[in-house]
T-cell receptor, first 114, second 116 residues
Framework: DAGITQSPRHKVTETGTPVTLRCHQT?????MYWYRQDPGHGLRLIHY???????DKGEVSDGYSVSRSKTEDFLLTLESATSSQTSVYFC?????????????FGSGTRLTVV | AQKITQTQPGMFVQEKEAVTLDCTYD???????LFWYKQPSSGEMIFLIY??????QNATEGRYSLNFQKARKSANLVISASQLGDSAMYFC?????????????FGAGTQVVVTP
């Protein structure tokens, strides 16, 4: 069974509404990340976490906030969704932070803001 | 600043042929890791292969090999004997050892279509 799950898998929301995406892991990994995927840009980092209540911004953090109150859960919130936030969102986890460790990805959340 | 460059937005390859996907990177850190991921149309991200900056030999995983040219900062993925199931988006990624939080940088991706 998957060690990382994202919910919801798909969501359509209206401009201006708040949206929260959830990432849940069962691997007890310290490091968790939120990326967005857009054509021509690959994956870009939104926010990341290196422990409970320890989070920081990535390169495209404007309009997003995160919370991590438990090791297993990393929440991404769009406070007031805009059409530019229509994207596929991936959560990733990692046991280590050095150059050797890779990511395990969630299945992604496809978010459409209308 | 963009650290990973994939110059091929899309490629067609015939079944059973080999294909090389280009990836160049930029870092001043002597210790880093290079990764390739595959994303089929179903959307999941699948890890393919890893190369460490201090590894003396090119990494191989089945039909996948990584042509690592450190001086040129190049980490091309070679897929041998292409199969229809290899049709997917492929991402090159890098992780610097000096990044305390293990953040990855991804390239824009290369879309590969394998034809019969």
């Amino acid at each position: 069974d998957a060690g990382i799950t994202q919910s919801p898998r798909h969501k359509v929301t209206e401009t201006g509404t708040p949206v929260t995406l959830r990432c849940h892991q069962t691997e007890n990994h310290r490091y968790m990340y939120w990326y967005r995927q857009d054509p021509g840009h690959g994956l870009r980092l939104i926010h990341y976490s290196y422990g409970v209540k320890d989070t920081d911004k990535g390169e495209v953090s404007d309009g997003y906030s995160v919370s991590r109150s438990k090791t297993e859960d990393f929440l991404l919130t769009l406070e007031s969704a805009t059409s530019s936030q229509t994207s596929v969102y991936f959560c990733a986890i990692s046991e280590r932070a050095d150059g050797m460790g890779g990511y395990t990805f969630g299945s992604g959340t496809r978010l459409t803001v209308v | 600043a963009q650290k990973i460059t994939q110059t091929q937005p899309g490629m067609f390859v015939q079944e059973k042929e080999a294909v090389t996907l280009d990836c160049t990177y930029d870092t001043s850190d002597p210790s880093y890791g290079l990764f390739w991921y595959k994303q089929p149309s179903s959307g999941e991200m699948i890890f393919l292969i890893y190369q460490g900056s201090y590894d003396q030999q090119n990494a191989t995983e089945g039909r996948y090999s990584l042509n690592f040219q450190k001086a040129r900062k190049s980490a091309n993925l070679v897929i041998s004997a292409s199969q229809l199931g290899d049709s997917a988006m492929y991402f090159c990624a890098m992780r610097d050892a000096t990044d305390s939080w293990g953040k990855f940088q991804f390239g824009a991706g290369t879309q590969v279509v394998v034809t019969p």
